[in-house]
């Protein structure tokens, strides 16, 4: 069982920068792949950015490749960095984790943390 609690989430003007944390429970972290989702209202939930349990693979969705960067240390943080931020990044963000190699697809993630509040004022 894994157990994740994102915080960092806020109000933050475009342009400007956050940081996202995830704290994982559990003494098997390290072989999980994780991933980064958001939700904003009336939307799907998509992917925004995955990392292997080595950290070797990284995938990033379109529309925040170039501005946001995951990075995991060897204990038990996830991390987003998003700088450049737009309004249309304001959504809930959530940290997700799954066994076996990283994905894009939601679906294929097992744990799920309650998300985070970003929110991007023009």
């Known amino acids: 069982q894994v157990q994740l609690v994102e915080s960092g989430g806020g109000l933050v003007q475009a342009g400007g920068s956050l940081r996202l944390s995830c704290a994982a429970s559990g003494r098997t972290f390290n072989s999980y792949a994780m991933g980064w989702f958001r939700q904003a209202p009336g939307k799907e939930r998509e992917f925004v950015a995955g990392?292997?349990?080595?950290?070797?693979?990284i995938y990033y969705g379109v529309s925040v490749k170039g501005r946001f960067t995951i990075s995991r240390d060897n204990k038990n943080l996830v991390y987003l960095q998003m700088n450049s931020l737009k309004p249309e990044d304001t959504a809930v963000y959530y940290c997700?984790?799954?066994?076996?190699?990283?994905?894009?697809?939601?679906?294929?993630?097992?744990?799920w943390g309650q998300g985070t509040q970003v929110s991007v004022s023009s």
């Open positions: 990392i292997s349990s080595g950290a070797a693979v």
């Open positions: 997700a984790a799954k066994r076996g190699i990283v994905s894009t697809q939601k679906f294929e993630y097992e744990y």
